[in-house]
C-alpha cells in the first residue's frame, strides 16, 4: 500500500537508532550488576514500538502497559520477554498472555483470583500450565498501582502454590525519584524492604527485585536491585529535575522537523495569527512553518517559544494553528521557501519545549500524530 501520509507533508519524524543503542548502553552502564527492562509502552513514547524493540535488542526484556501492545511485539519477531506492566484485566486477556508467553505484573487481589481461576480451568482440561514469571508489585507511595503494604506475604504465598508461577519477583514505583534529594524515595525503599522482612517471615525470598526507574538508574545507585526499569531516558528525555539530558549522557532519539511554507514581510504593529496576540515590535519577516498542533505541537505553546532554523532559534510568534506555525525569521535573512526547522530534536532539547508548554517531554513525544512521517536512520 502507498505511503500516502508522506505526500506534501515535510513534517517528519527522524528516528536514530545510533541514538536509543547509545542510550540504552549509557543506562546499563550506570546499572552494571542490574538486568535491564525497557520500557516501549505507548508505541515506544511515540517512536515506534517494534522498531525500538529491535533497536534495543540488547535490553534484557521490554515493558509495556496494554495487552494488544505486547502481543503486536510477539507477532513482529520479538523473542524477548516481554513484560504487561499493568497485568491483565480479565480470564480472556490472562489467556491470550499466556498464549503468547507474556510475564505478568500482579498489582492487586482480584489479578491472583484471575491467575487461581486459570489454573484450575486448564488443570480440569488435564493441560499443564506453563511457568511463566510474575512481578508482584507493591504500593509503597504511588497511590497508584500495587498491593498495599501488608499484603504481599498473603499474596505471594497463594501464587506460590501455583505451578503456572515459575518465579517471582517484586517491584514497585518510584514517585519523586526524578527529585535527588527527595526523602519520598528513601521512604519508599524503607517500606519496600519492610515488605521484603514480611514475606520473608514465610519463609518466601523472591528470585529478582526492582525499583529503579530511568532517574533512579541515574541519581539513586543505591535503589538498583536485580533489575532496573528505564524509560524515557532511552528516548533522550532527562529523567531528573534541574538536569539536562546532555549534562546526562544522554542523546535525542526523535527530531521534529518540518520546512518553511510560506515568507511574508510585514510593517510595525500588524498582527500575526488567531486571536492576533502577537504584533510586531517592528518590520519583521515571518515564514509559516507546515507543523501545528494536528503533528503533536501543543497549541498552548506560547510566543517566543524557540524554534531552530540555520543552526539558530528563531521565536514562534502568534499562536499555534492546526496544520501551521509562525516564527520570526528577520534576523535570518538566509531562510528560503523550503528551509528546515527543527521543532525538538537534535539542537533543541524536547525538554525544553515542554517546559515552555507547561508539560513534560513524555507528553511531547508520546503526542506526535500518525501525520508526521517517521523515518529510522
Excluded at 55 to 66: K, S
Aim: hydrophobic share 45%.
Amino acid at each position: 500500500m502507498a505511503d500516502f501520509q508522506s505526500l506534501s507533508n515535510p513534517t517528519r519524524a527522524l528516528i536514530s537508532l545510533d541514538a536509543w543503542r547509545h542510550n540504552l548502553a549509557r543506562l546499563k552502564a550506570a546499572a552494571p550488576t542490574s538486568k535491564m527492562m525497557a520500557v516501549i509502552k505507548a508505541n515506544a513514547y511515540g517512536h515506534g514500538a517494534v522498531r525500538a524493540a529491535r533497536a534495543l535488542d540488547d535490553a534484557d526484556a521490554f515493558g509495556v502497559a496494554r495487552l494488544g501492545e505486547a502481543i503486536e511485539l510477539r507477532e513482529s519477531g520479538v523473542a524477548q520477554p516481554i513484560v504487561l506492566m499493568e497485568g491483565v484485566f480479565s480470564g480472556e486477556e490472562l489467556s491470550l498472555a499466556m498464549d503468547h508467553q507474556l510475564d505478568l505484573v500482579v498489582h492487586a487481589e482480584y489479578q491472583v483470583d484471575l491467575l487461581e481461576q486459570y489454573e484450575l480451568l486448564r488443570l480440569s482440561k488435564n493441560i499443564a500450565p506453563v511457568p511463566r514469571v510474575v512481578w508482584v508489585k507493591l504500593d509503597t507511595g504511588m497511590s497508584r498501582l500495587g498491593l498495599q503494604l501488608g499484603q504481599a506475604a498473603e499474596a505471594t504465598k497463594r501464587l506460590r502454590a501455583l505451578s503456572l508461577v515459575g518465579e517471582l519477583r517484586l517491584m514497585t514505583h518510584f514517585a519523586c525519584a526524578d527529585e535527588p534529594d527527595s526523602p519520598m524515595t528513601r521512604e519508599q525503599v524503607h517500606r519496600f524492604e519492610s515488605e521484603l522482612r514480611a514475606v520473608a517471615l514465610q519463609g518466601f525470598e523472591p528470585s529478582a527485585t526492582g525499583l529503579a526507574n530511568s532517574a533512579g538508574i541515574l541519581s539513586w545507585p543505591s535503589t538498583h536491585r536485580e533489575w532496573v526499569r528505564a524509560g524515557i531516558a532511552l528516548y533522550g528525555g532527562s529523567p531528573i529535575a534541574g538536569c539536562t539530558a546532555e549534562s546526562l549522557g544522554l542523546k535525542p532519539v526523535m527530531t521534529l522537523s518540518t520546512e518553511v511554507i510560506a515568507l511574508r514581510s510585514i510593517e510595525s504593529g500588524v498582527s500575526v495569527g488567531y486571536g492576533a496576540t502577537w504584533r510586531a515590535g517592528r518590520a519583521s519577516r515571518i515564514a509559516t512553518l507546515a507543523v501545528g498542533y494536528a503533528d503533536g505541537i501543543p497549541r498552548h505553546l506560547p510566543s517566543g517559544s524557540p524554534v531552530l532554523i540555520a543552526g539558530r532559534r528563531v521565536p514562534i510568534v502568534g499562536r499555534v494553528s492546526m496544520d501551521m506555525i509562525t516564527v520570526d525569521v528577520t534576523d535570518l535573512p538566509e531562510v528560503t521557501i523550503g528551509s528546515p526547522a527543527v521543532m525538538w530534536g537534535e539542537g533543541l532539547p524536547v525538554d525544553e519545549i515542554a517546559a515552555a508548554a507547561g508539560t513534560i517531554s513524555y507528553e511531547l513525544l508520546c503526542g506526535v500524530t500518525r501525520r508526521v512521517a517517521f523515518d529510522y536512520v
